[in-house]
């Protein structure tokens, strides 16, 4: 019998997060396992500030928190976008020590949270791309 995956939501990573991350990176092995030499250790608030405004930066990354159905922070995920083929990929994934083993991780629940992730991307890129044409449309009215 197969087990159902646990159904996660997905929310913007902001730095109510760091707590967490910081906890489920306690070893020096946990962050290289985690993101190779993306970060040094310890994993502080300093690094992830600057992790959190790379993201404000167009095409580099959307990070999320996952979330339990009862709102508890379960699960980091990163999507980071590949330019300029228009793809992206699943990167800095980390479960929290305590919910390992529950299927949080599970290759089932990774492409639920890559949809949701491709469904909130995709609102981001139509709204530029209609950002884009409003520009266009208002420099071609100043000719």
Known sequence: MTKEPIQLKLRPF????????I??????????QWCAA????????????RYLDSASQPNVR?????????GEAVGHIEVSMIWPHLSSRLSRIIVAPGRR?????????REHLLGEARQLLLAE?????????????HAATRV
Not at 38 to 49: G, S, T
């Open 62 to 70: 959307t990070i999320f928190t996952a979330l339990a159905p009862s």
């Open 23 to 32: 906890s489920w990176v306690s070893t020096s092995e946990t962050l290289g």
């Open 14 to 21: 902001t730095q109510t997060d760091f707590g967490h991350l």
């Open 101 to 109: 083993g529950e299927g949080v991780g599970d290759a089932r629940v």
């Open 38 to 49: 993306f970060f040094r250790y310890p994993l502080d608030e300093d690094q992830l500030q």
């Open 125 to 137: 890129a139509v709204q530029a791309l209609q950002d884009v044409h409003v520009l266009r449309v």
